[in-house]
Structures are given as structure tokens and as C-alpha cells.
């Protein structure tokens, strides 16, 4: 199984990790993982699927060389509609760390992966292709999990919402104005009548 980390993640802690594949001790949590760069898969500005600042050919490059998951430490990859499809459509585990974790020093950043790394390793054998962040945390060893994070777009859930629910309004609104028109023919024949 191949992880790939991004250019945002410390390099030396990519380095570290690939020496952890023969690491005794570790054998038994790495074993049959193969830590990648993204830089592997950047396109070339000749290749035609290459686009500038773009993240998405890459990602794509990477599922379809057999990658499994990414450790990545650009959140904007999340705000960014076709980055973000680009990830959920190659059925990957993507893993994120939480916000404050950005501002940090190097060796703080690279102390929360290595803490986290058994779990992160965890992830990428067993877990559902989608979303995971890494919570600014250092539980017990045994007792770290990641927080699922949804693969939908939130704001077009609420657009959709509000849609369904202004045609409901509108039709409200409409009923109650014929009824209300129902009532002013009736009140006028009767007036009419007298």
C-alpha cells in the first residue's frame, strides 16, 4: 500500500519515515506500506495534465500507480471543489491535521505525525476510502483515533436545503393567497347578493 505525502509535510519526516519501513521495531506496523512524495507524481509542464498550483493531476497519477492514502497538510485542498473531487472520486484515505497544528515549529509538527503515526498506519490498512483528521492531541498509546471528516460539500447541502424548502414556502404562500382570493370572491358575491 502506497502513502503519499504532500510538499506541505515536513521532507525530513517523509525521510524518517521511509526508514521506519526497516526498522525493526516497526516491521510489524509498516509492514507492506511504501511511503511516497507527492513530487513523485507532480506532471511535468510538457505532460498534458498539467496545470499549474494544481494538485488534482497529481492525486489522480497517484490512485492510479496503486496509492492508498495521503497525509497531506493542505487543508485548502478541502475548499477547493475540483482538488476535493479529484480525491473523493480516486477512493482515497485522506489524512489532514487539525488547524492550530499549521502554525507550528517543524519539530512540534513532526513530534504530532511520529506520535500519531501508528494510528495514521492504521488508517491507511483498514479504514473506508474518505476524510480523517488527526486531532491536536497526544492520547495513550492504543487510544488515538482519527476524526472522520465529511466528503459532501456542506454549503451545497445547505443551498440545496434552503431550495427545497423556498419551493415548500412558495407553494404555502400561493395556497394561502388563493384561499385568500377564494374568500374575497366569496365576501364580494354575498355583499353583492344583499
Known sequence: MKVAFDENTPAAMVRVF???????ALKSQVKGIVVKQAQEYYPRA????????????????????????????DRRMLTKPHEKLALVQS??????????????KFCAKSALILHWWPTIMEAVSSAEPGFYRVPIAWPAE????????????????????????????RKAR???????????LFRDGAEGQQ
Do not use: C, N
Open 142 to 169: 492504543g487510544a488515538a483515533q482519527l476524526k472522520q471528516v465529511p466528503t459532501h460539500d456542506l454549503k451545497m447541502i445547505k443551498i440545496d436545503y434552503q431550495k427545497s424548502q423556498g419551493e415548500a414556502v
Open 46 to 73: 510538457d505532460d498534458p495534465d498539467y496545470s499549474a498550483k494544481d494538485d488534482a493531476p497529481w492525486i489522480r497519477r497517484f490512485a492510479a500507480d496503486g496509492g492508498r492514502a495521503i497525509v497531506s497538510s
Open 91 to 104: 477512493g482515497l484515505v485522506v489524512i489532514f491535521f487539525s488547524g492550530a497544528w499549521y502554525d507550528w
Open 174 to 184: 400561493q395556497k394561502r393567497r388563493d384561499g385568500e382570493a377564494l374568500e374575497d
Open 18 to 24: 521511509r526508514l521506519f519501513q526497516e526498522e525493526r
